[in-house]
């Protein structure tokens, strides 16, 4: 008797697990109770490069040029480039500001690594933050007053060779 036991229980256990997988199996392949990935694209923002800004030498000599997006009203500032996951090499956003003053940037909500310029109303460079960290809630100061500030990839600025000093254009 203690053997039949043993036997029907062993049975079962073996028919339960038969029918679960079998009914694990068929879920997974209908698709209809399936938990989709989350796709995290979803919140990218693409945005519109619609001007060019040149990187000019104090000598006069053009180091290098991006298309930029334009953030030229408080809340295209405000928004930045948070929530855009890539950026073409050569391309970037341009701040433009009323006033000529000192400005604070930081990262929060802007999974890239950029490079900060700084330049003032004579469109001069004031200030270049290089590698600000993605995320971070830092304040990146310009140290001195500045209207424009043009965010890039991060080494931009080492591999074109751009200095405080250079200066920025801004083409239409």
């Not at 000598?59 to 953030?71: K, N, Q």
């Not at 956003?93 to 009323?98: A, G, L, Q, R, V």
């Not at 940037?105 to 460079?125: H, K, V």
Request: net charge negative.
């Amino acid at each position: 008797m203690h053997l039949m036991l043993q036997s029907d229980c062993y049975n079962t256990i073996l028919s339960f697990l038969f029918i679960l997988a079998l009914s694990l199996l068929l879920t997974g392949c209908s698709g209809t109770d399936r938990q989709e990935e989350p796709n995290t694209q979803q919140n990218e923002r693409v945005l519109n490069y619609e001007s060019e800004v040149a990187f000019i030498s104090a000598a006069g000599d053009t180091l290098a040029s991006i298309t930029a997006a334009v953030a030229d009203d408080q809340s295209s500032r405000t928004e930045g480039l948070m929530n855009v996951r890539s950026m073409p090499e050569d391309a970037g956003m341009i701040f433009i500001f009323e006033e000529n003053q000192p400005r604070s940037f930081w990262m929060a909500s802007t999974p890239l690594s950029l490079d900060l310029i700084f330049a003032n109303e004579g469109f001069e460079i004031v200030r270049i933050h290089r590698n600000a960290s993605p995320y971070s809630q830092d304040s990146i100061q310009s140290g001195q007053p500045a209207k424009y500030v043009v965010e890039v990839n991060a080494g931009y600025t080492l591999r074109h060779d751009i200095n405080e000093g250079a200066f920025i254009r801004i083409l239409e």
